[in-house]
């Protein structure tokens, strides 16, 4: 996960909307993560108050995944419980291969604009009776779609995308968090203090077992700090 947070946490102002945080610095590192990556996910929500993903644009970058035998971006995989997105988002204009990830039924092919459809797997049935309105409801899918991700991932991983980068919303990270999918954090610390409901992990269950290992800490410049942590498995926690 490839995140730049405010000093006190924040993705966004307390109004909400598209923040700009993070500077040249931050804009390298996520830069390299983008070329080490096979794909990288983002929330449908998250795409449309952005308008677009992000793009590798650094030459020796570029080059390094020329050299490489790949394709100079990575691909992009938009996770929606529709799957209905503006044609117009200058996304649609990217130079990058587009995927869907959505609950499965939603299309039997890939909407117009994207490449490839990938069926996020629901079990059989809710886990409780189907409540008649209200965010009841989408609890109750939550959790239905949660249990399909770590048969998606291997999928993905079948198809080529074994090293995949999480970009956000925060929903979509609190949900991978919470089934312990996740293993590394890249976080860039930007000297800002936002306030607000915005965080980049909202409150939610997560694995109590869950360690972390500091693998690399360094400036950016303009007082920016880039935390790399790497979660540890059972195994390796002394």
Request: a positive charge; hydrophobic letters at 45%.
């Amino acid at each position: 996960m490839v995140l730049a947070v405010s000093l006190d946490g924040r993705l966004a102002p307390p109004e909400g909307g598209a923040a700009q945080l993070g500077g040249a610095g931050d804009r390298r590192a996520l830069e390299e993560a983008l070329a080490w990556a096979d794909g990288c996910l983002i929330g449908a929500e998250t795409l449309r108050l952005h308008g677009s993903t992000c793009l590798i644009r650094q030459a020796d970058l570029l080059e390094r995944r020329r050299r490489e035998g790949r394709p100079p971006q990575p691909w992009a995989l938009v996770v929606s419980r529709t799957g209905r997105l503006d044609p117009q988002l200058p996304f649609f204009q990217q130079p990058v291969r587009r995927g869907l990830v959505a609950p499965a039924g939603v299309s039997s092919s890939p909407p117009a604009g994207f490449d490839r459809l990938w069926a996020l797997p629901m079990d059989g049935s809710p886990s409780e009776p189907r409540p008649a309105v209200g965010r009841a409801v989408e609890t109750s899918q939550d959790q239905r779609l949660l249990s399909g991700w770590p048969a998606l991932l291997i999928e993905l991983a079948a198809d080529g995308l074994e090293r995949l980068l999480l970009l956000g919303g925060a929903r979509l990270a609190a949900s991978l968090l919470a089934l312990d999918l996740v293993d590394g954090l890249q976080l860039t610390l930007v000297p800002r203090l936002l306030g607000g409901a915005h965080s980049w992990l909202p409150l939610a269950p997560l694995p109590a077992a869950a360690h972390w290992q500091l693998k690399e800490s360094r400036p950016l410049g303009d007082g920016e700090l880039l935390l790399h942590y790497r979660r540890l498995k059972p195994n390796q926690r002394s």
